[in-house]
């Protein structure tokens, strides 16, 4: 099996404005997430600035995933944040350059050892297209399961698509 890279999640800082307001605005990607407008620049300052990067507080958890050189290669988030159940929804997105070289599943190995560790959850599940072959083999890989395809659950703006519910689940220790 090939080595997979050394990399580090770490919370937003405001030098990393610039990434976020790139990932947020690129319209590519809005088929596959929740987003689908355009953010400002001072939205997204604010943003960084008011994060307390507490998943309890906040909802959600955004983080910066970083490769050996501290360079910044994609961001991982847990949202949907479910206290009571446990739970939370991942979505990832690694910058194109740096796709394919193991950074999104590196990325996924640390943030389940955080979530299972630190914020003692007992699920994340993500929320795929059933035709993003990456992104199903990705998720299986970082030891999720495929669940329930969620029947017209993703619009991409002309057309509904399927989505497949991926799930990891963790032992109480």
Same mark, same amino acid.
């Given at each position: 099996? &090939? ?30 997430? /929740? ?13 960084? /600035? ?17 490769? /050996? ?16 159940? @446990? ?17 999104? *599943? ?25 035709? !993003?072959? /990456?992104? @199903?083999?990705?998720?299986? @890989? ?5 669940? &329930? *395809? @969620?029947?017209?659950?993703?619009? !991409? ?14 032992? &109480? &220790?």
């Amino acid at each position: 099996m &090939k080595q997979l890279p050394h990399i580090r999640l770490r919370a937003m800082e405001p030098e990393d404005l610039d990434m976020l307001y790139g990932i947020e605005n690129d319209d590519a990607l809005w088929s596959i997430g /929740a987003t689908n407008v355009p953010y400002s620049r001072y939205v997204l300052r604010d943003y960084i /600035a008011n994060t307390r990067s507490d998943i309890y507080a906040d909802r959600q958890l955004r983080l910066m995933i970083e490769d /050996a050189e501290a360079r910044v290669v994609g961001i991982i988030d847990l949202v949907n944040f479910d206290p009571r159940h @446990l739970r939370a929804e991942i979505g990832i997105v690694i910058c194109n350059c740096h796709r394919r070289l193991g950074y999104a *599943t590196a990325a996924l190995q640390e943030l389940r050892r955080y979530a299972s560790d630190m914020l003692h959850l007992h699920q994340l599940y993500a929320v795929v297209d059933e035709d !993003n072959v /990456a992104a @199903l083999g990705l998720f299986r @890989l970082a030891g999720f399961s495929t669940g &329930k *395809t @969620l029947s017209e659950w993703l619009y !991409n703006g002309s057309e509904y698509r399927n989505a497949v519910l991926m799930q990891t689940f963790f032992e &109480k &220790k």
